[in-house]
């Protein structure tokens, strides 16, 4: 198989999020990450006979995995007031990551997650206010082709 991994740059990426349920597209995102799972801890389990004298660890609980999303502030703006109530209620919403390659949705990443955090950004002279949202993993899917919303 042929390697066809090429860099890219994230212009026409997306990130949605439930509204508590539908999903909606966040406006002026500025970057966001890429959403993923959180490491496994790892429970030792060695005992006087592990082979070859090495320690031997058992597989637990995934670690909690947080995200950012960062955009342009504008308090009271429709993504101003989802990001805000979902970080006052901190119920579990679903959300949909997109990852463009030239400008075009090609991959997607889905699941639910928190918001745990939710910060307007700072004010100044001759800058542009950035909010910034936090959000804690709770399932997320493995990365698929991206799929076109139904009107």
């Known amino acids: 198989m042929a390697e066809t991994q090429d860099a890219a740059v994230g212009y026409g990426g997306e990130f949605h999020l439930g509204n508590p349920t539908t999903l909606y597209e966040c406006q002026q995102v500025t970057g966001f990450d890429i959403p993923g799972e959180g490491a496994r801890e790892q429970t030792e389990k060695t005992h006087l ?83 910034t949202a936090t959000f804690r993993v709770v399932t997320v899917d493995d990365v698929e082709e991206y799929e076109e919303p139904t009107p």
């Open 49 to 131: 006979k592990s082979p070859g004298w090495r320690r031997e660890y058992l597989s637990t609980f995934y670690e909690d995995s947080d995200f950012e999303v960062t955009l342009n502030s504008r308090p009271l703006s429709d993504t101003d007031t989802l990001l805000s109530t979902a970080n006052k209620t901190g119920d579990v919403r679903p959300f949909k990551a997109v990852i463009p390659e030239d400008g075009v949705p090609v991959a997607q990443i889905t699941g639910t997650a928190k918001c745990i955090g939710y910060t307007r950004g700072t004010l100044s002279a001759d800058g542009v206010t950035e909010a």
